[in-house]
């Protein structure tokens, strides 16, 4: 039961959170624009100490609940390994616990503390799972979900329905679209091989 209520909410804050890079119309932000305003970084960045507070407890009292619900990142990388496990559903064990690699956890918050500090803040949002979301979002996801609206809005105007209208899609600059090419190749990849794995049992 817990375990379809984890999937329901992450599946539901996966797809607000998607909608807030892909909607050009500006309309649904007045309705789940929260959903932002309760990622980390974001919380972080405006000070919302309310906000931050209550990750960490979150964190502190049900483990990766974040990672796995809220953060669209995480939720990715579960989906593409639940679908690399579909594939490999001969296999019994599809998920295999790795050990904690507690050097690199901590080497990247310490990278993250110290951009922050020192008030590199580009730096950090490299570093930051919703802000990589995001430019795989707004760079791959939103002009593949403009172009589909305009051939929408294409055949709807031949049926002289304006059920929808055309929008210029705009294509980010090319550093920013390779890194954001890089960085969910390099996430689905390690997803789709088991990057995300099932806890241990004993912990």
Known sequence: MLRKIRITLAVLFFAA???????FTGAIHAWIGWTAKIQFLPALLALN?????????????LGRVYC???????????????LNGRRSSKHRHRFTYSPEKRWLRY??????????????????????PYSSYGRIAANLFAPIYGWCNNLLAYFAERLDSYAFYSTDVWIASLPTLLIAIVTFVAIAVLAWRGGRTEPSPTR
């Open 49 to 61: 100490v309310g906000v931050v507070v209550a990750l960490s407890l979150l964190t502190l009292l």
């Open 68 to 82: 796995s619900v809220i953060c669209p990142l995480g939720v990715m990388q579960d989906a593409i390994s639940w």
């Open 107 to 128: 080497g990247v918050l310490a990278a993250f503390v110290a951009c922050l500090v020192g008030g590199v803040g580009s730096v950090a949002a490299l570093l930051a």
């Open 17 to 23: 959170v998607t909608m807030l890079f892909l909607d």
